[in-house]
């Protein structure tokens, strides 16, 4: 069992900047694969990005590519997501994601341990 807690989101400004974090307990954070995805009012939930267990790779969605950043501290069981340039269009609830089953990381169903969510909206 895994129970993951987000933070960190809010209002911004258009090219403004968040980190959201996310924090785990219950089973070995530093063996799992962790990812960031964000859900937008009536759309489907879409990935954003992944880190590997040990740091050693990330991949993103070309969305965001270039401005955010994932990244991890295994010592604080803690996931991060350095939004940079945020743009309206980055407006949606981010949810973190822990315990990757399968090769599809890039969708929701890969994924067996979510967070709660946090509000990220960002105006023009």
């Known amino acids: 069992q895994v129970q993951l807690v987000e933070s960190g989101g809010g209002l911004v400004q258009a090219g403004g900047s968040l980190r959201l974090s996310c924090a785990a307990s219950?089973?070995?954070?530093?063996?799992?694969?962790m990812a960031w995805f964000r859900q937008a009012p009536g759309k489907e939930r879409e990935f954003v990005a992944k880190?590997?267990?040990?740091?050693?790779?990330?991949s993103y969605a070309d969305s965001v590519k270039g401005r955010f950043t994932i990244s991890r501290d295994n010592t604080k069981n803690t996931v991060y997501l350095q939004m940079n340039t945020l743009k309206p269009e980055d407006t949606a609830v981010y949810y973190c994601?822990?315990?990757?089953?399968?090769?599809?990381?890039?969708?929701?169903?890969?994924?067996?341990?979510w967070g709660q969510g946090t509000q990220v909206t960002v105006s023009s």
């Open positions: 219950g089973r070995t954070f530093s063996q799992n694969n």
């Open positions: 994601a822990a315990v990757q089953n399968g090769n599809r990381y890039y969708t929701a169903g890969a994924w067996q341990y």
């Open positions: 880190m590997s267990w040990n740091g050693g790779s990330t």
